[in-house]
């Protein structure tokens, strides 16, 4: 364990995470760490090794030789190798490689002390599915930011059609539905909020709001 100041930001697809826990680490000058973009470029990259998602010994291998880098100057950049992979990383294929890579345990322990290695000076905030109750069980302010399967969607549907990339809603509610299954059913890791987390549904909040209440929390708790 360390004094390393820490929040962490759990939540479903589309809650918002990745945005507010960037905006709350700028805001409090932290390092800020997408948990969700490791499990998804190492997705990318054993696509590009054909690797199966059965073979552990080799993801091991793969995770170990890849270069995954956060560019902080050009946030929501993701560079794999000197690769800027960061739409990639965003579409429905990298969701999917995310979501069937986290249910594999060994996966998970394989990429779980790389995580850990992100929390350095002044403070880091990392976004994922089991910041709070797995990788940093002591961090100093847990969240677990969730909303509507409806609002979810549809903000899903916003950022991909902003991007350029066609989306459907009907399938994207569906891919939720399935992934939050998923998560929540796996045996290792699965989807829930810490018991000390700090609950926000941000269905009727704004990003600006969810992002000022984090940020009163984490003050009160300091």
Avoid: C, W
């Amino acid at each position: 364990m360390t004094n390393i100041p820490m929040i962490s930001v759990d939540g479903p697809s589309g809650s918002g995470k990745g945005t507010v826990a960037m905006k709350v680490a700028s805001s409090l000058g932290f390092h800020y760490l997408d948990s969700g973009a490791i499990y998804r470029a190492l997705g990318i990259a054993l696509h590009k090794e054909s690797v199966s998602f059965n073979n552990h010994s080799q993801i091991s291998e793969i995770y170990n030789k890849s270069q995954i880098f956060f560019d902080s100057s050009k946030p929501g950049t993701v560079i794999l190798n000197g690769e800027d992979v960061s739409s990639l990383i965003r579409s429905e294929l990298g969701s999917d490689y995310a979501s069937r890579l986290g249910q594999i345990p060994e996966v998970r322990e394989i990429l779980l002390e790389g995580q850990r290695a992100y929390r350095k000076e002044p403070g880091l905030v990392a976004d994922g599915r089991d910041m709070g109750t797995v990788v940093f069980p002591d961090a100093n302010l847990k969240i677990f930011l969730t909303a509507s399967l409806n609002e979810r969607a549809n903000r899903r549907y916003k950022q991909l059609i902003s991007k350029g990339i066609d989306a459907i809603l009907p399938d994207l509610l569906r891919d939720l539905n399935q992934r939050d299954r998923r998560d929540a059913e796996r045996r290792v890791s699965p989807l829930k909020p810490a018991k000390d987390a700090m609950v926000l549904d941000s269905t009727n909040l704004s990003i600006e709001e969810v992002v000022s209440r984090i940020l009163e929390r984490f003050k009160d708790e300091g």
